[in-house]
Structure formats: structure tokens, C-alpha cells
């Protein structure tokens, strides 16, 4: 079926670029239909909170056309360093920075003929799980704009979830990217820590935070992680290897996703998870319709148990703190930073400039993070959260001895109500089953599912390291058994 100018926008990454390398589209003629969509959107979903100059984009559009990514626009996280825009964090703190230098991941795209579109909206230093911003405000859900988009990334998954770019690259240090991935009904990939180099992107806790995309379907992942993942002697964490034949290429996954890709694929569930005090009903019978189709296919499920896994939020809220409170540490209003007015002496303007220039969460989370650092509470809270996660990877180690793979639902609920929740409590508790991953530094994936009641919901798949292959795969083959991802919201039809 041809495909009209009213339904561009809804295609996947990969077959736009199909199509404009097969010239049945121009490059400029689709990246226009997005800019015009950004332009008539932007102002009431807040998903951006810096554009590029629309003729430099279109300009750029025209002669990427024939690259990789085919001239298409892409947006940035407004964590990641970029020369051509400032980089925010979405905080005051850092309002109007510019950049030295481009991110390795701003560098990769550029070079794969990605075009840099804007800078999107996020969790003030990537520390939140609603994207309500504080200082630059709050970004709406495309399905509902009374419902949160999640975090922090939600600036990124808004934008791909309206249609105002295809692809937008995120990062992950708890779930920020798999959370506002299933708030908004796309698609979100963590992989393996230590894959896409960190170079470039702002810190907020170095031994978890992970870039990677969000996009509509699992191949869009595939594709552009294959671009952009790439070893990285500027991030000493990049591994070398990530060339290997073990890791995804967009070919050996498709090479991989058969009609029968799930017969002999064993697959993990977590039965106490599934008996979560917090888990929506709707949301466990949602796991149980997906876990129902992969058996139809050929796969066997196999229950687990990681007693580890309950210690997991706190021992994450313990070391991201900490790290946190260290990383941020430069940001003191003379090397970088805000700084205030007239400062009396020094120590007020260390004291009043971060004052300023920080937000609550980002406080609250130095100010735990510096506690459990100081001398007396060292041995009692962060070594002991250290221990944990050994403990987390060393039985989902012994966890992937007998399963391939393991599914989860990837948030409890579906996406709340703006200013719904206060207690900080209750938004880490969104992170309960996106948290695990990245304190053993597994990939993971989150892809839609059958909606309720107008509101996405997405389920998670977590593989061993290295296994992004077999990850992205099994969610590509769920996703060519259904058409959730493909779902839009009702966000200018008529455009």
C-alpha cells in the first residue's frame, strides 16, 4: 500500500531509510513533515527544550540522503554534549551552556548521516522518573497531556510517541530509558553497560548511567545501535569487543527472527514480582496475554528466584546517590555552572550558587548521596549497597545458566496523573523492575503492549551481557506477531 504525506510521520526509522535510499522518498520532504510537526507541537508537549535553525536541518537532510541514516532528524537528550546547541541537563544550572565538543553518540550519528534536530526535555540531571520539570516545565504524555511521560528521558520518548522525530537517543541509569519508553507506548533499549560510549554525556552516576535509544520498534534500536556503538578510547568503561559477532548487528537480528524464533527459547518470569503490593492488576494481566503469545510460539517459561532483587531499589538509591553527589560535585559556580549575584564571600557563593541553580530531587539526592559517604556511615550504607549488587549480578548469573532471556513487566502502572505524585518514595518505587538491570549492567528492553483505556503499557525483556542480540531479537519477533508499536496517539491527524 503507497504510502501518503499524512502517514510519513508514523513510519519506523528503518523504513524511512529504506525508503528514501530506494528514492521513493526525498530526505528534505520528510524531515520537513517532522519539522512542521515540532513547530505545531512543541510549545504545549514542552518535548524540546532547544531547536536547531529548520533551513540548517533541511539543508544538512538533503545531503545526508544517501548515508545510513539517510539525512533523517534525530533528537538528543539535552544530557549529551552537542557544539550546535546548549546542554542543559534541564537544569538552571547549566542554562545556556555550551559545549566545547560533541558526544561521541552526537559524533557516530552525525557521521551516519543522523541530523541533529534538537535538544529534548529530561529529569533535571537525569534524576526522576516523571520529566516534570521544575525550571523548563513538564512534558506532557502524547496519549494523554494530563498524564505524565515518564523519566527521566521523557522529553525523548514523548517526541518519537508524537511523531515529531523517529528515533532519540536517551540514557539510562535506573530505567530512564525503558520507563518513559512504556509511559508513552514505544520502544526503549538499554544495552549492555559499557557499549555506546559515555563520552560526552553528563555524569550522573558513572557505574550505571547508559546511553541508547528509543524508537518505535525494536529493529529502529537495532539499526541505530549498529551506528553508533563503537569502541571508545575517550570512555575507559566503552568495551573494545563490541565488534564481536555475539553483539547486535541490525542483520544478524533479522538473520536471527523467524517465524519459529521462539521454539526452544527458555524464558524467565519473577513470580514474587508478579505479587507486587504496587503491581496494577491490569498491568499483571497484560504480562500474562504476552506471556501466553510466546508460548503459543514455541517458548517455555520457566519461574525464577532472585531473593536479591528485594534489596535492589535500595542499594541503587544508596550507590546512584553517591555517585551523584560526587559527579555533580564540579558544578559549585566557578569552574562550571550557575553562579549568583554578588556574592559576599566565598562560601556564599558556593552556598547561594548551588542553591540556585539546583532543583529539589537533584539536592535531595546530593544531600543523601554525601551521607552515606561520610566517615561512620561509609561501612554501613555504601559498602554494604556494593555488596548487594554483587549479589544482584551473581544470581542473575545463575539465573541465566537455564533461561535465555527473562520478562518482566516494566513499570507497575501506567503512565499518572501530572502533579499526581509528591512523596519521592513513590516515584523510585516506579523504578522497581527497571533497577536490576543496570546494577549488574544487563540490556534490557521495553516494547509496548496492549493498551488500557487509552494508556500504554509496556512489558521488559532482560538478557546476560552481551546477549543485545537475543534481546532485541525476541522483542522484534513479539513485535512482528502484533501492532501496539504501532499505535499513534491522536496528536495533529490532520497536519
Keep these: ?53 529548520p533551513a540548517q536541518v533541511l539543508e544538512k537532510s538533503a545531503l545526508n540522503a544517501k548515508l545510513p541514516l539517510a539525512g533523517l532528524p534525530i533528537a538528543q537528550k539535552d544530557l549529551f554534549c552537542t557544539q550546535q546547541l546548549p546542554t542543559t541537563c534541564g537544569s538552571k544550572m547549566l542554562e545556556g551552556f555550551m559545549s566545547p565538543f560533541d558526544a561521541d553518540i552526537v559524533c557516530a550519528t552525525a557521521e551516519a548521516g543522523g541530523v541533529l534536530v534538537g535538544k529534548t526535555n529530561m529529569d533535571e540531571f537525569a534524576m526522576g522518573s516523571t520529566s516534570e520539570n521544575l525550571y523548563f516545565g513538564a512534558v506532557a504524555n502524547p496519549w494523554n497531556p494530563d498524564r505524565v511521560a515518564g523519566g527521566s528521558s521523557g522529553g525523548s520518548a514523548a517526541a518519537v510517541a508524537a511523531s515529531m522525530v523517529p528515533l532519540a537517543t536517551a540514557s539510562d541509569t535506573g530505567g530512564s530509558i525503558r520507563q518513559p519508553a512504556a509511559f508513552c507506548g514505544v520502544t526503549g533499549f538499554k544495552p549492555t553497560y559499557g557499549s555506546i560510549s559515555r563520552w560526552g554525556m553528563v555524569a550522573y552516576a558513572s557505574s550505571l548511567d547508559q546511553a541508547g535509544p528509543i ?122 555552572g550557575h553562579q549568583c549575584q554578588n556574592p559576599k564571600n566565598l562560601v556564599d557563593l558556593y552556598t547561594r550558587s548551588r542553591q540556585e541553580g539546583f532543583g529539589s530531587e537533584v539536592k535531595r539526592r546530593i544531600l543523601t548521596g554525601t551521607f552515606v559517604l561520610s566517615e561512620g556511615f561509609f561501612d554501613a550504607y555504601y559498602k554494604q549497597a556494593q555488596k548487594i549488587r554483587r549479589l544482584i549480578k551473581n544470581d542473575f548469573d545463575k539465573a541465566f545458566a537455564s533461561v535465555d532471556l527473562i520478562l518482566t513487566p516494566t513499570t507497575p502502572t501506567t503512565a499518572f496523573t501530572t502533579g499526581q505524585v509528591s512523596d519521592p518514595v513513590e516515584v523510585y518505587l516506579q523504578d522497581i523492575f527497571t533497577i536490576p538491570a543496570n546494577l549488574a549492567g544487563l540490556p534490557a528492553i521495553s516494547f509496548p503492549v496492549e493498551p488500557h483505556q487509552g494508556l500504554p503499557i509496556g512489558m521488559q525483556l532482560m538478557g546476560q551481557r552481551w546477549q543485545d542480540t537475543q534481546v532485541l531479537a525476541l522483542a522484534h519477533a513479539y513485535q512482528m506477531q502484533t501492532q501496539w508499536h504501532l499505535a499513534t496517539p491522536e496528536v495533529g491527524e490532520a497536519l
Design 1 to 53: 500500500m503507497p504510502i501518503t504525506i499524512v502517514d510519513i510521520h508514523k513510519q519506523p526509522l528503518t523504513t524511512l531509510v529504506d525508503l528514501i535510499h530506494q528514492q521513493k522518498l526525498q530526505a528534505s520532504e520528510v524531515t520537513d513533515i517532522f519539522l512542521r510537526r515540532i513547530k505545531a507541537f512543541n510549545s504545549d508537549n514542552k518535548s524540546f527544550l532547544a531547536l536547531a535553525e
Design 215 to 336: 524508537a518505535r520498534t525494536a529493529q529502529d534500536c537495532a539499526y541505530y545501535l549498529d551506528l553508533v556503538n563503537r569502541p571508545d578510547s575517550k570512555d575507559s568503561t566503552c568495551a573494545k569487543h563490541t565488534r564481536t559477532a555475539s553483539y547486535p548487528t541490525i542483520q544478524a537480528m533479522n538473520a536471527e527472527t523467524k517465524p519459529q524464533y521462539f521454539n526452544n527459547k527458555t524464558i524467565g518470569f519473577l513470580p514474587t514480582w508478579l505479587a507486587h503490593e504496587g503491581l496494577d492488576p491490569i498491568i499483571g494481566q497484560r504480562f500474562n496475554d504476552t506471556k501466553a503469545l510466546m508460548e503459543s510460539q514455541g517458548a517455555v517459561f520457566k519461574p525464577l528466584e532472585l531473593p536479591s532483587l528485594f534489596y535492589a531499589l535500595a542499594a541503587y538509591y544508596i550507590l546512584a546517590s553517591a555517585e551523584a553527589s560526587s559527579n555533580l560535585s564540579r558544578f559549585d559556580g566557578i569552574r562550571f
